[in-house]
């Protein structure tokens, strides 16, 4: 495949861009990718960055030194308003450079190990199950986002975390207002609440021992002195919104694909060893957050006949990427029939996420569990009627409500 030269600056088109399918980019990217691995596109505040839309291309500067993941650098890229709020910027893992993002990862990396997670299966399962019931109970139609997608992910998090039940809907409520944020002010005063409920909760597992992983580490961490108040605080923001709405949005957006593709979902609802493969395709085709990463360069470095110069903002694409086809045959196709995991969903390098075996997992069981119980569900409007996020909160992609009936 040949590729046509570098654009001038003022050829940047805005990024992001809603998405007319809600499983499929815009079209813009795609022209963006067929034009290059690197592009250059417009965020909301004006400034010109790169996009990175080639496969070998990001992996090669997600694994590179030279490029910082530090959201409070001053040259770091804001791609939607509401990263410019202060509870953004900080972020312990997602949003921090070695050597305190490598400390952190190593204190958690035993509690998302596959182990850990495969033990958790059950305890999955019985939340998936306790939802479809419900869902049974209560009769078409419904609302999958509302009484599926969204409070799965929700409670098993919470699971983990060891988060009361009760608050279930606090942070659910608390977590959609953060990442669908259109200004800054929206999403600090979301964030604060946030922050603000994690931090009681943290202080009263020090004296108060309870189930969950912030009870864990605040009582051996935070009490033995190997970890700050703060950091913890931070730790389970991080885990507690990313663990449960990238799920919540692939869930929902994942069902949307299977059922434009009844052939494939007949062939997965057959063959449940087929369920993991589907699954990867999902994720892959997909992508619901858009980006691998967002970073900004701190020394020249060379890419693809081009040089991203220092001080440059740099988004790695994982919907184009995931599309390159010089990885994949058919990129745009969604085929559960492919085998590997090469897509960049959950990104690549010391960043890569944390949590993917147990969204893996969760995803399983709830596409499983869903289409068998439920072997006639369909949507009860046509999807391209189901409104797509605005490009104004960002890059996570989703639908904020999908009707369905069987």
């Not at 690197?38 to 965020?43: A, D, E, G, W």
């Not at 006639?376 to 639908?399: C, E, M, Y």
């Amino acid at each position: 495949m040949e590729f046509t030269t570098t654009r001038s600056l003022s050829d940047a088109p805005p990024f992001p861009q809603p998405r007319v399918c809600p499983y499929q980019p815009p079209p813009e990217y795609e022209r963006l990718g067929e034009r290059g691995p690197l592009s250059r596109v417009t965020l909301f505040d004006g400034r010109v960055v790169w996009l990175v839309t080639g496969y070998p291309e990001a992996r090669q500067l997600l694994a590179d030194r030279r490029i910082s993941a530090d959201r409070q650098r001053p040259d770091y890229p804001a791609v939607a308003p509401r990263f410019q709020a202060e509870v953004a910027k900080r972020l312990v893992l997602i949003g921090m450079d070695p050597p305190a993002h490598d400390e952190h990862r190593q204190l958690l990396n035993p509690y998302f190990s596959r182990k850990r997670v495969e033990e958790l299966r059950p305890v999955v399962q019985g939340i998936v199950d306790q939802y479809v019931d419900r869902m049974l109970e209560t009769g078409p139609p419904a609302d999958l986002v509302r009484d599926f997608a969204l409070p799965v992910p929700s409670r098993v998090i919470s699971e983990i975390l060891g988060l009361p039940a009760e608050d279930l809907d606090f942070f659910q409520e608390a977590s959609r207002c953060l990442l669908q944020a259109t200004t800054r002010e929206e999403s600090q005063k979301a964030g604060g609440e946030l922050v603000g409920y994690l931090d009681r909760l943290a202080t009263l597992r020090r004296t108060e021992p309870g189930p969950g992983l912030i009870g864990l580490l605040a009582r051996e961490e935070v009490g033995a002195g190997r970890l700050s108040h703060a950091d913890l605080v931070q730790m389970a923001l991080v885990i507690l919104v990313a663990g449960h709405e990238t799920s919540a949005s692939t869930i929902a957006l994942g069902t949307i694909t299977l059922l434009d593709h009844p052939e494939l979902l007949a062939r997965m609802r057959a063959d449940p060893a087929g369920v993991p493969a589907a699954v990867e395709e999902i994720l892959r085709c997909v992508a619901v957050t858009d980006l691998a990463g967002v970073r900004v360069a701190t020394e020249d470095i060379p890419v693809a006949g081009e040089v991203i110069r220092a001080g440059e903002g740099v988004l790695l694409s994982a919907t184009m990427a995931n599309r390159d086809p010089r990885v994949h045959e058919d990129p745009t196709a969604f085929d559960t029939g492919r085998t590997g995991r090469r897509h960049l969903s959950f990104g690549y390098g010391i960043h890569q996420c944390l949590g993917q075996s147990l969204a893996r997992m969760e995803l399983e069981v709830a596409f499983a569990t869903l289409f068998t119980r439920i072997p006639t569900l369909r949507l009860a409007v046509p999807a391209d009627r189901l409104p797509t996020r605005p490009p104004g909160s960002g890059t996570v992609q989703g639908v904020n409500e999908m009707p369905v009936t069987w």
